[in-house]
């Protein structure tokens, strides 16, 4: 039988965990894409509300949760946390796996947990309309909820592969009110400009953020959120590991290794920043982040600074990256495509805090097969990157005959998404590895930055 934690209701935490007073050094500074000078607050303004600025570059490390987002996190916060004893018996290991389960909020992923705030933080300041960008269509769905929640408009541009490969999330979308456009589009100047040279273009989410950027920009009613790599989504996402630490206590254990996924960042530091802040106070834990070979941004990619969107709008930040025209192959069924890392995550990585790891896509479903048998939960495909490091961590404790505590990020459901499944079961996967020649090629157009 499995373990399931529950924490009560008013232990929803009342804080946000803010890594930035923790981190190993200075942070770099963030430039702006036209003067190639650090952004102050006021270039940020177009694009963002002040309260998610103050955020993005606080200095204090707990930040309040406002009330009227706690209210709204309560509709599935806290999340349980499981003991997965039956895969434990599947795997025959002495380690022990507990799995955060975030699939339970509306939206059946974790997104919510910042897309809320976000849109808290943009209806107080007066925004009327909000257009962002989805690549598998969790956040998508998410803040398309969120600005359902405080009523706002909402128009999302969804990468086109996964436009095509996953329609009931587009509409969850449209159920959520949201406008939903497939990615390059003929709605935006960067839009128009792929199309120009790759008509036949399956979108990457470093096009898809250029027109949502371009989109806000020129519109004073509308502003810009975005799904993960920025400090404040961060934030936001670390209520995951608060309520983790709080929920193995209970338990009576405390992880040697903490595992989440890793596209741009979010899933992962959610899961991950609040150990950090134990490892930097001498814990003796492993932090690691699961990534797809097909697009190895920790793993394979350099640490620059580079534009976070393909038509060199967005702003400049020092991170891990495939290159600003880093554009996934459209066999990759896993998610988690986006060129960059957090620039949060990549220092961490940088500086040795956090190992990451890239895994070929049939391995991980695989494990999430196996998961499913064994816990009965369906994973989101982007969730199976951790799954997979899981059971990789799990079998090399049954190698060496030693006890293990594993905890890991189950960041959402895959009943939305069986058509990767369908893919997986029909043989239709290929284990993608990107070639070095192309990130090579994509390495040479990064800005120059004397920083």
Known sequence: MDTKILLPEDRIPKQWYNIIPDMPGPLAPVIHPGTLQPVTPDDLLPLFPIGLIEQEVSPNRWIDIPDEVRDIYRLWRPSPLFRAHRLEKA???PAKIYYKYEGGSPAGSHKPNTAIPQAYYNKIAGTKRIASETGAGQWGSSIALACQMFGLECTVYMVKVSFNQKPYRKSMMQLWGAEVIASPSDRTNAGRAILAEHPDSNGSLGIAISEAVEDAATREDTRY???SVLNHVCLHQTIIGLEAK???????DYPDVVIGCHGGGSNFA???FPFVADKA?????RIVAMEPTSCPTLTKGVYEFDYGDTAKMAPISKMYTLGHDFMPPGIHAGGLRYHGASPLVSQLVHAG???ALAVPQNACFEAAVLFSKSEGIIPAPESSHAIRGAIDEALKAKEEGKERVILFNLSGHGHVDMTAYDAY???KLEDYEYPEEAIKESLTHLPKVSF
């Open 246 to 252: 709080e929920q193995l206590a209970i338990a009576g």
């Open 270 to 272: 959610g899961i991950g």
């Open 425 to 427: 079961f029909s043989g």
């Open 91 to 93: 795997l025959g290991t």
């Open 225 to 227: 959120a975005l799904g």
């Open 281 to 285: 106070n001498g814990k003796n834990i």
């Open 353 to 355: 805090v956090v190992e």
